[in-house]
């Protein structure tokens, strides 16, 4: 940013920004157990051996336990907290309506529960894979895996038993070197050698390395387009065309179809099987491991290989079937269910306009603050996220220090292929105040010494965690904790 800028084209302020910090020792909030807690006597009709006399449990009045929930949020950073731009992840902010038609006791349906008398379940489930298909250009839509990579597994799966049904012996999947770690795995996991393809210089697919990778081999081309650098494959055409004349099939990693939304669908462009990311793209809550769902679509010479039960319409209703050449199931029964509700709303409520509407706006947020950050943005235009490069500083210690700023950073180091990337994706939801602080964010850091950096956060309830412990050794109940 220069000195010659105009009032009404004046950066944003960085948000003054200190999360609550609530115990004595700046350490934590104490656990409900460690308030005040009482021996409660247990009396059950369950056998001696396996009971105990007596449970501590926390003894704790109505506001008490809203205080520490409040402050446990207070301490945390959410999409409700601020702009929250981790690239790829299309951190929306997740309407409430959706969450109400989730709660409504109609939703609370036990799923083996007979047929005829879940009709409006298994008709929310015909609606929402129908406009999941039409969304995509997919012809038939399974819902049941339970997030994207349980989608990818269940795609290649489905290649698999497709190239086997034709009696082919195909054992390579091709991976773009920008790849999802999730792709890699879901080839290799299905049993399959991975090939990875390295991207040419405009950070697209070189046709020449793929060209020179396929062959009678090839089981399935696995692309997310636009790609993770957030570049459209304007050459899509062609690949499908390389695909698709040596015998393979062509993947599409949905992660990052809110670029697309109403705008241009993988069905069209040549794409045999997808997977939607319905807590990306459908603004479903996700994070912190939550439920999420990756429903995935095949074209029509795929459907009989999709996950059973499949539900279709019969006269006046609907009804479960079992597809003929089946992979069998990938989740229980359908999927995560009230995650699917939430979608199914979104999409409605939104209809064809406002879904084209929220990825225009999605790819113009992306571009224009590319144009306003000061750190180096080395490829474009971009579609729904581009990635800036930290150059000398560090980009996970720029993560940190963004905290400073009252904004979530985006998702560092990857894909490699730009050095120390910052892969950003303010999605739709920001405005252009917003977009001018988180730009302001980016412009602080940019400018900040390796001390300040290394240092950070310093205004966060917690400084620096030991990533490596917590997830290589996670404490997931007080009682661990207690047991150290
Ligand atoms: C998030 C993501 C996935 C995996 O999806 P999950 O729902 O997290 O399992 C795959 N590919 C890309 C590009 C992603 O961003």
């Not at 090839?218 to 055409?237: D, K, Q, S, V």
């Not at 199931?329 to 699917?340: D, I, P, T």
């Not at 500083?393 to 990857?414: I, N, S």
Request: hydrophobic share 35%.
């Amino acid at each position: 940013m220069s000195d010659e800028q105009q009032p009404d084209d004046k950066p944003g302020d960085t948000l003054q920004y200190d999360q609550a910090r609530w115990s004595e020792d700046d350490q934590y909030e104490p656990l409900l157990s460690e308030k005040n807690s009482r021996e409660v006597d247990v009396e059950t009709p369950l056998p001696d051996d396996l009971t105990r006399d007596s449970l501590e449990l926390p003894d704790l009045s109505e506001p008490e336990l809203a205080r520490h929930y409040t402050r446990l949020s207070q301490m945390n950073y959410g999409v409700e907290s601020g702009p929250f731009p981790l690239g790829s992840c299309t951190m929306k902010y997740n309407p409430k309506f959706t969450e109400d038609l989730a709660a409504r006791p109609e939703a609370a349906v036990h799923p083996d529960r007979p047929d005829e008398t879940i009709q409006g379940t298994l008709g929310l489930y015909a609606t929402l894979s129908e406009y999941l298909g039409k969304i995509g250009g997919m012809d038939a839509v399974t819902l049941q895996p339970p997030a994207g990579a349980a989608g990818e597994y269940t795609g290649v799966l489905i290649a698999k038993a497709y190239h086997e049904h034709n009696g082919a012996d195909r054992s390579e999947i091709i991976v773009p070197d920008s790849a999802h770690g999730t792709n890699f795995a879901s080839a290799a996991l299905a049993g399959f050698d991975v090939v990875e393809l390295p991207s040419g210089e405009d950070g697209r697919v070189d046709l020449d390395a793929l060209a020179a990778a396929i062959g009678d081999d090839t089981a399935l081309l696995m692309l997310t387009n636009p790609n993770t650098l957030g570049l459209f494959e304007r050459e899509i055409e062609a690949i499908s065309e390389l695909v698709h004349d040596a015998g393979g099939l062509l993947y599409y990693d949905g992660a990052n179809l809110n670029a697309l939304l109403g705008q241009a669908r993988p069905g069209d462009m040549g794409f045999d099987i997808m997977h939607y990311n319905v807590h990306k793209t459908f603004a479903t809550p996700h994070g912190g491991g939550g439920p999420g769902a990756g429903p995935v679509g095949v074209v029509e010479e795929l459907d009989e290989f999709l996950p059973a039960p499949r539900v279709r319409e019969t006269g006046g209703g609907y009804e479960l079937f079992e597809p003929a050449q089946t992979i069998g199931k990938v989740h229980g029964f359908q999927g995560n269910w009230l995650v699917l509700i939430k979608a199914c709303a979104y999409i409605a409520r939104l209809g064809d306009e406002g879904l084209a509407d929220a990825s225009a706006k999605a790819v113009l947020n992306a571009n224009y603050l590319a144009e306003q950050t000061a750190y180096e943005v080395p490829f474009g235009p971009f579609h729904h996220e581009f990635v800036a490069s930290a150059g000398e500083q560090d980009a996970a210690d720029v993560a940190k220090r963004m905290l400073d700023y009252g904004v979530h950073p985006p998702t560092t180091k990857w894909p490699e292929i730009v050095p120390e990337a910052l892969m950003t994706e303010p999605t739709e939801i920001e405005n252009k105040r917003t977009l001018d602080q988180l730009a302001a964010a980016f412009n602080a850091v940019a400018d900040e010494d390796d001390e300040t950096l290394e240092t950070a956060p310093e205004r966060t309830s917690a400084r620096r965690i030991d990533q490596v412990s917590a997830a290589r050794n996670p404490r997931l109940s007080w009682q661990a904790l207690d047991n150290e």
